[in-house]
Every structure is written in C-alpha cells, then in structure tokens.
C-alpha cells in the first residue's frame, strides 16, 4: 500500500481573526465603524451623567442640552473619556484578536527602536512643514460639494470649537484633551491596529492611502477631509518607515497643539473662515508645498534607498 505524506499545518503563529478565515482588513474597517458608534454612547452616557450634577432638575432635558454645551470641562472630558475607553483600549483589545500570541506591541509598533529619535525628529519637520499645504488642501476641499445638512453640522461644529478654543484658560486643558490624549489614543487605533491590518491584507499602500481616508472622514469634517486625509496619510507613512508608532504621536501631538497654541497667542485666528472666496497668500503656499515634497524626497531616499528590498510595495 503507498503511503502518502501529509502535512500538518501549524496555526500557532496565526492571529485568532486568521485562524478563523476573518480577513484582517476587513475586520479592521468594522471596528472603525463599531469604535465611531462606541465613541458617541460613551461620550454621550459621560455626558449625561456629568449634567446630571450640574442641573438642579435633571428631568429638564433643555436644562442639560444647556450645560453641556456652555461647560468647556464636561465637553473635554467627554472627547477625552471616548478616546480613551474607545480609540485606546478597544483597539488593544481588538488587537489580541488580530495580533500573532505575544506579538500585540511589535503588531501596533508600539515601541522605541535605537533610531527612533531620528525619525520623531524628522516627523516634527515635516508636520511643521505641512502647514502651507494642509492650507492649501482645505483651501480645494471648499469646492466640493457639500450637502445642505452637512454644511449646517459643520458650522455649528466650529461654533462649538471656536467657542472652546476661546474660553478661559484653554491653553492647558486643550493641550492635554485636545493635543496629547488624541495623538496617543487616535494614532494607537489608526496608525496601529488600523494601519498594521489593511497592511497585512492589501499592501502598504493601501493601508496609507485607506487608513488616512479613514482618518479623514471619522472626523465628520467633510469641509475638512482633504488636509485631514492627508495628515493622515503623512503620519501612516512615518510609521511604516520608522517601524514605530511613537514618531507619528509625537508628530499629532505637534499639529493639534500647535493649533491650540497659536489660537491662543492670535484669537483672531478662530474668526478666519476658509472656503473658495479666500485669498490664499500663494506667495508662501506654493513655495510651502514644494519644500513638503522636497522634504519628503529627501526623507523617502535618505532611509529607504539603501534598502531597496523593505520598499513599501508588498504585504508583509
């Protein structure tokens, strides 16, 4: 009788999401979906209960509409609560369903390598750097078309910030909620576990180009999407060519409290609207998009040409 050899696979390194023929990128773009519904129950739920002991009637529901939109504190801690219980420890959590046993760091990038300081370096120029073009980008997404609904949402959305970043002592408590919690809990979803899943399932690539769309739209800011999908796009291929998360946080963290930062030194700032009929000072914006480029060249060439085979073209 011939006896045929057979093979015995071994699925001990695999995630539990492959073990069980889940597609990783798919899953990840669920989550997105599920972590944006998660975010608004939570905020929402820290939000009531937050009015809750503001109002003398609690039953007055225009009375707690009232304090949650007058209150800068409760509106803070509500973003920051979402982004923490959400963006942050939904995704370790879900990263242990895609990650290889033992492997959920090295899967986010969650870790200082010996050049990493090169590149945090490097992240901070090139999001300085990005400012013209950011600018300019915003400056384009004025011309397309927006719904009705949607420009009247995002209209009462910069009310509301506009009247956050003015109130009273803003500097401080919108650098913590507005600049450190997001670059740490945002980047651990979006650069992470985001990133590092549509990576394994279609290429660097795409995971770049999707993980910053992504990024862009789950703002709600469709006046806003272009410069945010870029940023977005920035900070994803930073991550990949540094082999960490840490430079793409730091590199957050310099854009939103940069933002916070001037608006505070120029209040007028909050009173500029940007849409088609803005006269952009292209002698700096133009040149500005250039250097980006150039930077970028520079950067792509002087850590990746000396290994042509890590190019970002395959999965992994």
């Known amino acids: 009788m011939i006896e045929y050899p057979t093979t015995i696979l071994n699925t001990s390194n695999e995630s539990w999401y492959e073990r069980h023929g889940f597609n990783l990128g798919v899953m990840a773009i669920i989550w997105v979906f599920l972590a944006l519904i998660a975010f608004n129950v939570v905020g929402g739920l820290v939000g009531v209960i937050a009015a809750l002991f503001l109002v003398d009637d609690p039953t007055n529901v225009d009375a707690i509409m009232q304090v949650l939109s007058e209150q800068t504190t409760v509106f803070l801690w509500?973003?920051?609560?979402?982004?923490?219980?959400?963006?942050?420890?939904?995704?370790?959590?879900?990263?242990?369903?895609?990650?290889?046993?033992?492997?959920?760091?090295?899967?986010?990038?969650?870790?200082?390598?010996?050049?990493?300081?090169?590149?945090?370096?490097?992240?901070?120029?090139?999001?300085?750097?990005?400012?013209?073009?950011?600018?300019?980008?915003?400056?384009?997404?004025?011309?397309?078309?927006?719904?009705?609904?949607?420009?009247e949402m995002q209209q009462s959305m910069d009310e509301m910030i506009a009247k956050l970043l003015g109130s009273e002592n803003i500097l401080w408590l919108g650098l913590f909620h507005i600049g450190l919690v997001p670059s740490i809990c945002e980047e651990i979803?979006?650069?992470?576990?985001?990133?590092?899943?549509?990576?394994?399932?279609?290429?660097?690539?795409?995971?770049?180009?999707?993980?910053?769309?992504?990024?862009?739209?789950?703002?709600?800011?469709?006046?806003?999407?272009?410069?945010?999908?870029?940023?977005?796009?920035?900070?994803?291929?930073?991550?990949?060519?540094?082999n960490s998360l840490i430079p793409a946080m730091v590199a957050?963290?310099?854009?939103?409290?940069?933002?916070?930062?001037?608006?505070?030194?120029?209040?007028?700032?909050?009173?500029?609207?940007?849409?088609?009929?803005?006269?952009?000072?292209?002698?700096?914006?133009?040149?500005?998009?250039?250097?980006?480029?150039?930077?970028?060249?520079?950067?792509?060439?002087?850590?990746?040409?000396?290994?042509p085979s890590s190019l970002p073209n395959t999965p992994e």
Request: hydrophobic content about 50%; glycine content about 8%; aromatic content about 12%.
């Open 78 to 151: 509500i973003n920051t609560t979402g982004q923490i219980t959400v963006f942050a420890l939904g995704s370790l959590l879900v990263t242990r369903l895609a990650a290889e046993p033992g492997a959920r760091r090295r899967f986010l990038r969650l870790q200082i390598n010996s050049d990493t300081h090169k590149y945090i370096l490097w992240a901070i120029i090139l999001t300085i750097f990005a400012y013209p073009t950011v600018i300019f980008l915003g400056w384009l997404n004025a011309f397309l078309p927006v719904p009705g609904w949607m420009a």
């Open 189 to 242: 979803m979006y650069r992470g576990y985001v990133q590092r899943s549509l990576e394994k399932s279609w290429g660097i690539w795409t995971a770049i180009i999707v993980s910053g769309l992504i990024f862009g739209a789950y703002h709600l800011q469709i006046t806003r999407i272009l410069p945010l999908a870029a940023l977005g796009m920035l900070f994803a291929y930073i991550t990949y060519v540094s």
């Open 252 to 307: 957050h963290l310099v854009n939103n409290g940069g933002q916070i930062i001037l608006n505070t030194i120029y209040p007028e700032m909050l009173d500029q609207e940007l849409n088609a009929d803005t006269d952009l000072p292209w002698v700096l914006i133009l040149p500005g998009v250039v250097i980006l480029i150039s930077l970028i060249s520079i950067f792509h060439k002087r850590y990746l040409a000396s290994t």
